[in-house]
């Protein structure tokens, strides 16, 4: 997968301190790199043409192989259908909804297949920066201490920024499939889902993501 071609549709990162809300069917696709699929762009930090973080939904509807990003650690993760098979330098890997994400090397020569039908999939790219991605656990702390934060949603629901005190300093309202950003990471992030767990398909309420960049590592 790659970098939209053009500027169409494109989100830019937020501005420091504010919260930036990114819904994805409000951002146009674009064709990867090499032609093979579609992907739309959420977030491109701190600019699209040299990006240390990169927040994207791809849409794989037929076998394909993924774009190489040599220096670029990937995570991965399926939003919608019934998943992916992946082979990434020759060893196998079956992704369906629910399943943890993956993190691989971009620079791997990698074949995606769809299991059965489109799908579209998460994924969080660090180039220079240390990151992670997890399914959203409401009674697991998050982010990583000093990490710019952010959340990808499956459902509806609310979030909120609390303190060391666990106090709400700030709170909203989310979309499904939609990415909310913190330039600057609260002490702790929460979110709930809007409907009852036993309303929800299987699979996560939404996924967390952290970036560090070299220049906001602690020595």
Do not use: K, Y
Not at 100 to 118: K, M, N, S, T, V
Not at 129 to 150: F, Y
């Amino acid at each position: 997968m790659s970098t939209p071609a053009s500027g169409a549709g494109r989100a830019a990162a937020s501005t420091a301190g504010a919260p930036r809300v990114v819904a994805l069917d409000d951002i146009a696709p674009q064709p990867w790199r090499n032609g093979a699929g579609r992907t739309r762009e959420l977030l491109a930090w701190p600019d699209a043409a040299a990006w240390q973080v990169r927040v994207s939904v791809a849409e794989i509807d037929r076998p394909a192989p993924f774009s190489s990003f040599a220096g670029v650690e990937r995570w991965f993760a399926v939003v919608d259908g019934e998943g992916v098979e992946l082979d990434i330098d020759g060893t196998p890997h079956r992704l369906v909804p629910g399943s943890a994400p993956l993190r691989f090397d971009g620079e791997a020569a990698i074949a995606c297949r769809p299991i059965e039908g489109p799908t579209r999939d998460l994924n969080l790219m660090l180039r220079g920066a240390a990151g992670a991605m997890r399914p959203v656990d409401p009674g697991v702390p998050w982010p990583p201490e000093g990490a710019r934060c952010g959340l990808f949603t499956a459902v509806a629901g609310r979030w909120s920024a609390l303190d060391d005190h666990g106090r709400a300093e700030r709170i909203g309202d989310l979309p499904p499939r939609a990415l909310l950003w913190l330039e600057r990471a609260p002490a702790r992030l929460r979110f709930d889902a809007a409907s009852s767990r036993s309303d929800i398909a299987a699979g996560p309420i939404g996924w967390w993501l952290a970036a560090t960049p070299p220049e906001d590592a602690r020595p």
